[in-house]
């Protein structure tokens, strides 16, 4: 089978109006401004009205990208959405998004990879292009974390926002070509980020509940190692895949975790933050969709100049992570 060149053509991303800053937090919880700026570089989150839900975020992030890439939701015959907080256990909130937009020639099916969503989706995405078993594919990370967060938990509710980021692949032809992807998981990982109850390992029930295990559950300092390690193999890997080095780098687009972890792992990588895009301190992690946040903001800002090599990388529960190069 001969494989087809994938372009990413156009691009969205969406995040709710209403603001969470740090001296909100500080009169919910035992916490200050001073301790999550240093600790996080968060300075504020966006979070989602009542009522709304992760579909609603991914949609406006859709049709964002839909209109930047002049498809109609008609001529897509793909929806792949990456999410850690879909609106229902099942369906799928790809589903919701199809019925939405309305892409009636659609399929349509969700990817379950915590923060590692986007690049997940984008991957197999890339990969259903690039056999022909899709010429117009829809990618959309999005998640509303901030809907599982224990706000009396100081530890967790500093760190998350919501957000959904998308894109459009189609065959190459002239865009912004995908060159490489990597996809790596380890389950030994599992209860380093978890939301313990409400599905089949652990249904609802009031113990649940007054046991608060409907919430996130997080072993920050384990994950910190991970990441910091984690990008920077991540990012020196790809290169050397792509027979390129860090220095024919323009822009690395990371996932939004930590601001110190990315300043670790470009101290590892030997490389100047002007390097490593960062909108942190506006949005928090906002999980799956801060990676595609991240790079529809890096594209609409002009960060990203034609010929520039760039490469997306994320880390996150499972333990996932991935990697994706792109020729801008
Ligand atoms: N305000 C004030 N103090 C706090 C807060 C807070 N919001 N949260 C924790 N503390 C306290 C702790 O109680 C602890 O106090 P103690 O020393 O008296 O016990 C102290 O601060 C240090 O706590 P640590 O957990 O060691 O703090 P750390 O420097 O590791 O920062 C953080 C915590 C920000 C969670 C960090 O570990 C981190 O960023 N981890 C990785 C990110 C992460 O896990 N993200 C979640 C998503 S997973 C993913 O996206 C890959």
Known sequence: MQLQRVSIIGSGSYVPEKI?????????????????????????????????????????????ALESAKVSPEQLDLIILGTATPDNLFPSTACYVHQKIAAVNASAFDISAACCGFVYSLTVGYKMVSSGASKNALIIAADALTKLT????????????DGAGAVVLQPHNQGHELLYSHLGADGSGTDLMILPAGASKMPASHKTVDERLHYIKLRGR????????????????????????????????????????????????????????????????????????????????????????VVLVAFGGGLTWGVNVIRW
């Open 150 to 161: 224990d706000y009396t938990d100081r530890a967790t509710c500093v760190l998350f926002g």
């Open 222 to 309: 384990e994950v910190f190692k991970f990441a910091v390690i984690k990008m920077a193999d991540l990012v020196i890997a790809a290169v050397k895949e792509c027979s390129l080095t860090l220095d024919d780098v323009a822009l690395i687009i990371p996932h939004q975790v930590n601001l110190r972890i990315l300043e670790s792992a470009a101290e590892r990588l030997n490389i100047s933050m002007d390097k490593i895009f960062v909108n942190i301190h506006k949005y928090g992690n906002t999980s799956a969709a801060a990676t595609a946040i991240a790079f529809d903001e890096a594209r609409n800002s002009g960060r990203l100049k034609k010929g520039d090599i």
């Open 20 to 64: 969470l800053s740090n001296s909100d937090l500080e009169k919910m919880v035992d916490t200050s401004d001073e301790w999550i700026t240093t600790r996080t570089g968060i300075k504020e989150r966006r979070i989602v009205e009542d009522g709304v839900s992760t579909s609603d975020l991914a949609t406006r992030a859709a049709l964002k």
